[in-house]
């Protein structure tokens, strides 16, 4: 029954799978094997709390199984349990040194910590071992652009893309590259190939949209991130993006409805917030504004752009209380190296209330 049950899993016949590997565990509920891959397909069919207490009992019985401990990773990693993944993975490798995908799949974790030079190491040795893994060169892409080597990265998407010509992922993953680099037509053109392999493609739809506003193309950016919405109706940050692209067509109540829809999706959307805030402020809503922009510092109270709209709201309503210390905050945010604040006029304004 095992066997057959394998067979059906390995077909992508998940449920019928499921269905035979509950039956032996009702005749065997030791059965290590069945655990594990019973588990396996909760985790495909995105239940990774499941995935996780089914191979949690899978290791209890066999402890020293390299493949287990893997998978385990990949649950936390879904989990977003990046540190205790990282450690799933690196039992695996103890057991099995020369195990390609838990590598891999620990460099993504790694990514996810910001470890972004340790995620290049675990991918430079996976592909010592799997050297013609075209995801692998996909996700080292992702660590070289985070790390702003974006030459490298291109070069690492090309080497995915010659070993795996239809990799959706590694074109769009270009096109990101390409939009860093501002080279904004050359990025159009990675996203359009990404889409005519997979035209449900979501990401890619939303950050051709990004590209769209970049050359002021507002409607077609709109089009865009509302087909990435119809594939994915609670993309937040195509909501927030079609808000931003709304609001430069002077949409203002679409944009609001579309700030709204993405922070109900995600309330903690710190950008989101900030370009609500700077619609209220423009339509002279300065309460809203203040409560929204109060919003976003109180999740990320480093974070320049709010500040910087904040202080550039109360000046709007001649509030004055508290200035000059929320001025030595910005100020040190820019020393910092953060991204300074908008709009620039809070930049020319004296540091001290008393000189207002």
């Not at 838990?102 to 030079?117: M, V």
């Not at 990799?167 to 993953?173: K, W």
């Not at 940050?237 to 430069?248: I, K, P, T």
């Not at 917030?273 to 309460?287: A, H, Q, T, V």
Request: aromatic content about 8%; overall charge neutral.
């Amino acid at each position: 029954m095992l066997t057959k049950a394998l067979s059906l899993h390995q077909q992508g016949h998940l449920a019928e799978a499921a269905g035979l590997y509950r039956k032996v565990l009702a005749q065997n509920p030791k059965n290590a094997d069945a655990l594990h891959l019973l588990g396996v397909i909760e985790f495909q069919s995105k239940n990774p709390s499941a995935a996780l207490a089914l191979i949690d009992r899978a290791l209890r019985l066999v402890p020293n199984n390299p493949i287990f401990h893997s998978n385990r990773g990949n649950a936390l990693k879904d989990l977003k349990r990046f540190d205790e993944a990282v450690t799933s993975f690196d039992r695996a490798l103890a057991l099995k040194p020369d195990f390609a995908e838990a590598l891999n799949n620990r460099g993504l974790a790694l990514h996810e910590l910001k470890r972004f030079d340790d995620a290049l190491e675990s991918y430079r040795r996976s592909l010592a071992i799997k050297p013609h893994h075209a995801k692998t060169f996909n996700n080292r892409g992702l660590a070289l652009r985070a790390l702003k080597r974006f030459d490298d990265a291109l070069a690492s998407y090309d080497r995915a893309l010659a070993l795996e010509p239809n990799y959706a992922d590694a074109f769009s993953n270009r096109g990101n590259v390409l939009k860093d680099l501002k080279r904004f037509e050359d990025a159009l053109v990675n996203y359009d190939l990404a889409l005519a392999i997979k035209p449900d493609f979501a990401e890619a739809l939303n950050n051709r949209g990004t590209v769209l506003q970049e050359l002021r193309r507002y409607g077609d950016a709109i089009t865009s991130y509302q087909e990435a919405l119809r594939t994915a109706p609670e993309y937040a940050e195509a909501h927030a993006n079609l808000g931003n692209a709304l609001r430069e067509l002077k949409r203002f109540d679409e944009a609001i409805a579309s700030f709204d829809r993405a922070l109900a999706i995600k309330p903690n959307f710190v950008d989101a917030l900030g370009n609500r805030g700077n619609l209220m402020k423009e339509r002279k809503n300065f309460d809203e504004a203040m409560a929204d922009f109060d919003r976003a510092m109180a999740i990320e109270p480093d974070n320049g752009f709010s500040l910087g709209a904040r202080l550039s709201c109360k000046l709007s309503i001649c509030d004055w209380k508290g200035l000059d210390d929320e001025f030595r905050k910005l100020a040190d945010s820019i020393a910092a190296g953060r991204k300074a604040s908008e709009p620039f006029h809070v930049l020319a304004t004296p540091l001290s209330a008393a000189m207002q």
